[in-house]
């Protein structure tokens, strides 16, 4: 075998190695106004678990954000709009329109996270200790730093 050979077997055990421990992560990219803003209420959810449509549609009207006002003076709004739409997405995000084509604004209604939580009860989420699906920290202990492996999650009584 020469050292090229050798070489290039050592790196695709690596690579084969840290593909599972990639599977469910979601780095957050760094970005003070999307901290500052979007993670004082509930965690920073991650740009890529929604497709850019849906967060165009949810930036455009802050006033009326599940029930709450979340609205920003337009510097700011249009900076998180971009860093949203520059992260959003890719491989992992799966459909995020609901059956009329409409974007979907929650992650907890898109495909992929229903399929991923098919194993947990609706009646989970009504507990005390969680409350809602969105509140994913209830549950996946490492949620605010985009770790949301099998090993990190407790679900609370
Ligand atoms: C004033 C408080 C507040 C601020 C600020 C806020 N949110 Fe929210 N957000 C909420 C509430 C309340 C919900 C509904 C939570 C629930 O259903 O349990 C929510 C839900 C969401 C959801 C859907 C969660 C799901 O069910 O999948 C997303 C996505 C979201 N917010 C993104 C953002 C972004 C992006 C920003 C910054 C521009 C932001 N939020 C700022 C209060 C806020
Ligand atoms: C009630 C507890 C609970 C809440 C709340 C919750 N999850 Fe989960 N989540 C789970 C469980 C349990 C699994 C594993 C299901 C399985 O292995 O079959 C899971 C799996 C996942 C997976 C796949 C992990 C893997 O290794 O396959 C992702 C990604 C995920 N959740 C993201 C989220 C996000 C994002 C939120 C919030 C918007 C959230 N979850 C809220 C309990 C929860």
């Known amino acids: 075998m020469t050292s090229t050979t050798k070489h290039l077997l050592v ?3 690596v690579v084969a190695w840290s593909l599972p421990a990639q599977a469910d992560r979601y780095p957050v990219p760094k970005n003070p106004v ?11 959810f ?15 009207d802050l ?19 971009d860093f949203l739409n520059a992260n959003a997405g890719g491989r992992k995000t799966g459909v995020t329109i ?18 991923k939580h098919r194993e947990v009860s609706p ?3 009504q507990r005390a200790s969680i409350k809602s699906p969105a509140n994913c920290t209830a549950c996946h202990a490492n949620a605010a730093a985009g770790d949301y492996e099998e090993r990190g999650i407790r679900i609370p009584k």
Not at 34 to 44: K, Q, R
Not at 101 to 108: E, Q, V
């Open 11 to 13: 790196l695709l055990s």
């Open 34 to 44: 999307f901290d500052e803003e979007c993670a004082s209420c509930h965690l920073a």
């Open 46 to 60: 991650p740009p890529q678990m929604l497709d850019a449509n849906s967060w165009r549609a949810m930036m455009n």
């Open 63 to 81: 006033t009326k954000h599940f029930g709450t006002d979340a609205s920003l003076d337009e510097k700011r709004r249009v900076a998180i709009a």
């Open 98 to 115: 609901d059956a009329t084509g409409k974007p979907l604004l929650r992650i907890t209604q898109t495909e992929r996270f229903i399929r």
């Open 123 to 125: 009646a989970v989420y």
